[in-house]
């Protein structure tokens, strides 16, 4: 189980987050949505440990893992999808999966990680992670990467950002499958409709707080049927007067 | 051959897939042993000031290895090596210095290697460099290339660890329908210094030249790029220069392409700097430590 109690971050004078308070259960796919700007990777980067929050507290399974850093908080067990896909010169994606794994493994053994990402998985085993590749292949890499720890918390920040559509609606097939093994509590960070049909529970953030939370059928009605007029052109919606 | 000179070889040698086909091991300024066979032939020069190696026309798949160890504190060994690759041949040279150095008297060795490639010819030479204890150890090496129509060379070269001073110049003269790669790694830690100079002529139509320089200065050491690429015919050349800085290490690089030719085609590019943050993020959450992270970073960028 994870608790995020409270969690408050500020900048610039701004309330990025204003005070957050989430439980996540194990063998649950959560989608974290909402507008650009409504704090939703800061949240991720707050339980992975790279963004400090100002107040406030994280527990895994019990435990305060507030004051840990982001290596310390991998060894206990969570996983961070990067929105933007890091590239490493020299490094080959064999090389970042032993990394991930933290044994030596064969490459036949790398390749059958690839392969869940929908890798064809000898072709890229001995490639650089570097711009050589595309961006759904960095993609398809890094879910990989951290998929590979088996982590009890995983997280994917914004998984669609920066890659074709065509690679985007195969990416969902590798969520999907990932809602149906993973043991640990998934959280995604998404605007995408397919990716939040997998969700079991939906949250919806606005200007850094939580504005309701729940199952797909419900959080569906707010976020696709309510505001209809907005689609209409020039117009706007009676809640946002 | 003691522990020491045999842990030396071991440190700037490269596997290959057979045993050299011809050799000379040169210790302390003397040749220590010597090997060749029909096709290539190792003479040395009066008065020991270094070989001559012929490679015959034809010759396919030769490996030459050229090692040179100096373990006697004080010495200033300067050697010239000449290497006369004939037409359509195909080699692999691999040369490298290894210095061990107890005591307080600097130990200097300055390598000249001249390549002479005739027509077609193709050679890989790659050269390492390698320094160790704690007197002061400082390498020149010198390379020149002059390469004839159609000849092919790549050369690799590197300097992890040890060497406290050297200025490494690599000069190239390239005809037509000639292309060389030159691939350099560095790393200078402690208060080392590191300058390396090339200068390539792109003399010949479809004269090609591509030189990536990868180095990493950390400490208090120093290192300093100098490039500078001409070109007079229809030719190609791209440049590279990457380097990474930690802690105070300093880095300075200077690319200079120069297109005598209005058909010249020339790139250069260099960047400088400190280990991108988010590197580093990506390899923690994975679970390594920073200083663990910092370590895959670099080797992976030397390798």
């Known amino acids: 189980?994870?608790?995020?109690?409270d969690i408050c971050f500020e900048r610039d004078h701004k309330k990025i987050l204003d005070h957050i308070n989430l439980v996540l259960d194990e063998e649950k796919f959560y989608v974290i949505t909402g507008p650009n700007g409504s704090g939703k990777s800061t949240l991720a980067?707050?339980?992975?440990?790279?963004?400090?929050?100002?107040?406030?507290?994280?527990?895994?399974?019990?435990?305060?893992?507030t004051s840990l850093s982001v290596d310390e908080r991998a060894k206990?067990?969570?996983?961070?999808?990067?929105?933007?896909?890091?590239?490493f010169k020299g490094l080959t994606v064999y090389d970042l999966l032993k990394i991930s794994v933290n044994k030596e493994i064969s490459k036949k053994e790398a390749c059958s990680i690839l392969a869940k990402v929908g890798l064809c998985a000898r072709e890229y085993v001995d490639r650089e992670v570097n711009a050589s590749l595309s961006g759904g292949e960095l993609k398809r890499i890094e879910i990989a990467t951290v998929m590979a720890r088996n982590p009890k918390v995983a997280i994917f920040d914004e998984p669609e950002a920066g890659i074709d559509l065509w690679s985007f609606q195969n990416l969902t097939e590798v969520f999907k499958d990932l809602e149906e093994l993973n043991k640990g509590i998934t959280l995604v960070i998404s605007h995408q409709e397919r990716i939040?049909?997998?969700?079991?529970?939906?949250?919806?953030?606005?200007?850094?707080?939580?504005?309701?939370?729940?199952e797909k059928e419900e959080m569906f009605k707010l976020l696709f049927e309510e505001p209809k007029c907005c689609r209409k052109e020039g117009g706007c919606c009676e809640r946002d007067r | 051959m003691n522990e020491t000179d045999k842990n030396l070889l071991k440190e700037i040698s490269e596997e290959t897939s057979k045993a050299p086909d011809a050799y000379n091991i040169r210790k302390n300024g003397k040749s220590v042993d010597r090997k060749t066979n029909p096709f290539i032939d190792i003479v040395p020069k009066e008065d020991n000031k270094g070989i001559d190696v012929y490679v015959k026309e034809n010759t396919l798949l030769g490996i030459v290895h050229i090692p040179v160890i100096l373990t006697e504190s004080g010495l200033k060994d300067v050697v010239y090596n000449d290497f006369h690759i004939g037409k359509n041949s195909n080699v692999i040279i691999l040369a490298g210095c290894g210095v061990h150095n107890d005591e307080h008297k600097d130990t200097e060795h300055d390598g000249i290697h001249r390549f002479y490639l005739e027509e077609n010819a193709k050679v890989k030479y790659v050269e390492k460099h390698y320094g160790e204890g704690n007197g002061k150890k400082i390498l020149n090496p010198v390379t020149e290339i002059f390469m004839k129509k159609g000849s092919n060379m790549t050369m690799d070269t590197t300097q992890i660890k040890g060497v406290d001073d050297t200025l490494r110049e690599t000069k190239a003269v390239l005809e037509e329908n000639t292309t060389l790669v030159i691939n350099e790694k560095i790393l200078t830690n402690e208060t080392q210094n590191a300058k390396t100079v090339f200068e390539v002529e792109l003399n010949g139509k479809n004269a090609s030249t591509h030189v990536t320089s990868r180095s990493v200065a950390t400490e208090n050491s120093s290192q300093e790029f100098v490039s500078n690429i001409v070109g007079n015919a229809e030719c190609y050349a791209h440049v590279e220069c990457d380097a990474i800085i930690k802690d105070k290490g300093l880095v300075k690089a200077i690319p200079e392409i120069y297109a005598k030719n209005p058909d010249a085609n020339l790139i250069h590019e260099a960047a400088i700097g400190k280990i991108a943050g988010e590197q580093l993020m990506k390899l923690m959450s994975l679970g390594l430590s920073e200083k663990e992270a910092e370590d895959v970073i670099i080797r992976g960028f030397l390798k």
Do not use: C, H, W, Y
């Not at chain 1, 206990?76 to 590239?87: D, Y």
């Open chain 1, 76 to 87: 206990k067990g969570i996983g961070f999808a990067f929105q933007q896909p890091v590239r």
């Open chain 1, 196 to 214: 939040l049909e997998i969700a079991d529970e939906i949250i919806l953030l606005e200007k850094g707080k939580i504005k309701q939370i729940g």
């Open chain 1, 1 to 5: 189980m994870l608790e995020i109690k």
């Open chain 1, 45 to 65: 980067k707050i339980i992975m440990g790279i963004t400090k929050p100002d107040s406030g507290q994280i527990l895994l399974n019990g435990e305060d893992i």
